[in-house]
């Protein structure tokens, strides 16, 4: 299965912070959203989730959400029945669940643990970062395991407007320094 990483950056490489007063970039979230409905999923940590949950500035709209497989990495939520989304405990899990949906490619929307936690095991064939027009103090970032180097190959480098960039990667197998 392959498996692609979505994730905005500020200007200055940091993983994108949004706050209730700095919600995303409306075309981030429109590029994000255009993804999920190509590929039919995705994939996003819990406290990403509960964060679409409580605030609609932060996620797309519901209705172009409709049929997309949602997969919510957590092993402490518990959704109710008839939820928009499912839940499985790690980020292998998360692809079993999908590859047994028939899913081909899976799309993975974040947060910063989440991410991090698939580039880690390394189940990431694909980055889609999109460069936001913003700097930020010190801050998260996506990252590989401690020692770890990979080769990345430029397939596409679009302009979404807005002054944001998406670029997207091919990422070469596992290396060290
Ligand atoms: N820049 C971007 O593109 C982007 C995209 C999405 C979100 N964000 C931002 O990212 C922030 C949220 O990121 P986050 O890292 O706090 O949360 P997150 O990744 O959304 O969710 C974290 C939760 O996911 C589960 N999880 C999955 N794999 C894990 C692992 N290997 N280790 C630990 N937990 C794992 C755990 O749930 P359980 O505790 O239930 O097991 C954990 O509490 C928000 O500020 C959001 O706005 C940015």
Redesign the pocket.
């Known amino acids: 299965m392959k498996t692609i990483l979505w ?2 950056l500020s200007a200055n490489g940091n ?4 706050s209730q007063r700095h919600p995303p970039k409306p075309e981030a979230t429109a590029d994000f959203a255009a993804h999920a409905r190509e590929h039919g999923n995705f994939i ?5 989730f509960l ?1 679409f949950q409580e605030n609609a500035s ?1 996620r797309p709209q519901s209705a172009s959400m409709d049929g997309i497989d949602i997969v919510v ?5 518990a959704l109710p029945p008839g939820a928009p989304a499912q839940t499985a405990p ?2 292998r899990a998360a692809l079993a669940l999908l590859r047994g949906r028939g899913h081909q490619t899976a799309l993975v ?6 991410h991090n ?1 698939f580039l880690s095991a390394g189940l990431v064939d694909e980055v889609i970062v999109v460069v936001t027009p913003s700097f930020e103090d010190e801050g998260r970032k996506i990252t590989l395991s401690r020692g770890e180097r990979r080769e990345a190959t430029l397939i596409e480098h679009t302009s979404l407007g807005g002054g944001l960039i998406r670029l997207r990667y091919a990422l070469g197998s596992v290396d060290t320094w």
Do not use: C
């Open positions: 994730a905005a993983y994108a912070r949004s996003v940590g819990r406290q990403t964060e932060r990495v957590s092993s402490t939520l790690d980020a929307v974040g947060g910063e643990r989440t936690a």
